[in-house]
């Protein structure tokens, strides 16, 4: 079976093969009142960057902060978006991913740890990769529906 760590590298193919379509077809939601595919790499991107300056550094310490509310933390991806191109977006995922897959390299992969103050479940860097991999299918998979119409 392939890696979490290799399926979350193969996001960044993923994402270069949207520089083929016209930014027309990048910028249209993919259904009534849902993003646009510029807008939903915008926010997987931003998750990234959480993941790198908050989560990577407190995985040693066994706690991690608690993520923020998704939705206020999506709609304020999708506000940074405003300023930035098509191409700009894909490209500046593309070497944030690059950047948080070299920050995951140097994590030790027997760590555990937890999410927030009130929890049980207990993860691993494996497992941590592992959710954000499901994403990024979830996310993908809507993609590839508006785009192959």
Known sequence: MISSYKQFEQMIDEVNKLKNFPESKLI???????W??????????????LIILQVI?????????EFPSFNSFNLYAICLLEDYKTMEV??????????????IAEVDLENK??????TDKVYTPESLIQMFVE??????KQIEEVLKA
Request: proline share 5%.
């Open 36 to 49: 646009s595919t510029r807008e939903i790499i915008g926010h997987i991107h931003l998750w990234d960057q």
């Open 113 to 118: 740890f937890i999410i927030g103050e009130e």
């Open 57 to 65: 550094p407190s995985i040693d310490g066994g706690k991690v902060p």
């Open 28 to 34: 249209e939601p993919i259904a009534e009142g849902k």
């Open 90 to 103: 894909l490209d500046s995922f593309i070497s944030t991913r690059r950047e948080l897959l070299e920050k």
């Open 135 to 140: 994403h990024d299918r979830h996310h993908l």
